[in-house]
């Protein structure tokens, strides 16, 4: 389930950065990455994955919009 949720986004992402999608990213997509640079270049990414600190990325995003 996680392999097929990441690979849906990436695909997503790609046609958004590409200009494929047709759409611009949403704003909570782009607070997303700017959360997630400061994270996920670190040896220890995977950690970004864990089910707390998914909800605390989707609660930082829904609640900052």
Known sequence: ???DFMYGHLRTTL???FDFAG???SD????AVAEAKKQIFQADWM???K???VLKSVKSITHSL
């Open 15 to 17: 046609a958004i950065v």
């Open 1 to 3: 389930a996680v392999k």
């Open 23 to 25: 759409f611009p990213a």
């Open 47 to 49: 950690k970004i994955l």
């Open 51 to 53: 089910p707390e600190n």
């Open 28 to 31: 909570g997509a782009r607070l």
